[in-house]
């Protein structure tokens, strides 16, 4: 648990680090090519929490690298296209890990993510308009994409991270009531031979 802790903070300083660099490029490639690999590994770690099934197999193909480079890249409108998609599987995101929460965070979890995504949808059309516009002051509105999008991923891999350890919590309680099931019997050794 503690290496994939690490992970996460690791993965959200180079994340902090890659947005706020790429960003400064005007087509915004730099970016989308930046967030792929950070949306295909959300979305995997995601999927690897859900038992398995047909949800979980979805959830591999709907965030496998293929699907969301095809997603980001191959979106009409440029630049604008691009980061509405982005802003789009953020949202996805963002959703499965709420639904898959627990019940008591949910209220929190929405309103973080409302914030951040009315917070996306003032930044997006500033930073755009500013680079199209070729302003000098640009770099303000970049920054603070940047920064936005970088705390929206910091924000899910919190959420991923919680989540993982409600999936370590629901198996160990599975566990413990096994446990007492097999101690309330006569014969204790049937049990733990049969899981």
Do not use: W
């Amino acid at each position: 648990m503690t290496c994939v802790c690490v992970c996460v903070c690791v993965c959200a300083c180079v994340c902090i680090i890659l947005c706020a660099l790429s960003l400064q490029s005007p087509g915004l490639s730099g970016l989308i090519s930046t967030v792929i690999p950070l949306i295909k590994e959300l979305g995997q770690e995601l999927a690897e929490v859900i038992p398995q099934g047909p949800t979980r197999t979805a959830l591999e193909s709907e965030f496998s690298e293929d699907t969301v480079s095809d997603a980001l890249t191959g979106t009409a409108g440029g630049a604008g296209g691009a980061l509405a998609a982005l802003a789009g599987r953020l949202q996805r995101l963002a959703t499965l890990l709420v639904s898959n929460g627990a019940p008591a965070r949910e209220a929190a979890s929405r309103a973080a993510h409302a914030a951040l995504a009315s917070q996306l949808g003032t930044e997006v059309p500033a930073a755009l308009g500013a680079l199209a516009a070729g302003d000098a002051g640009a770099s303000a509105e970049v920054a603070a994409l940047a920064t936005t999008i970088a705390r929206a991923f910091r924000l899910l891999l919190a959420e991923l991270k919680l989540l993982k350890i409600d999936a370590a919590n629901a198996r160990m309680n599975a566990l413990t009531q096994q446990v007492r099931v097999c101690y309330t019997h006569a014969t204790h050794s049937s049990c733990l031979t049969h899981p």
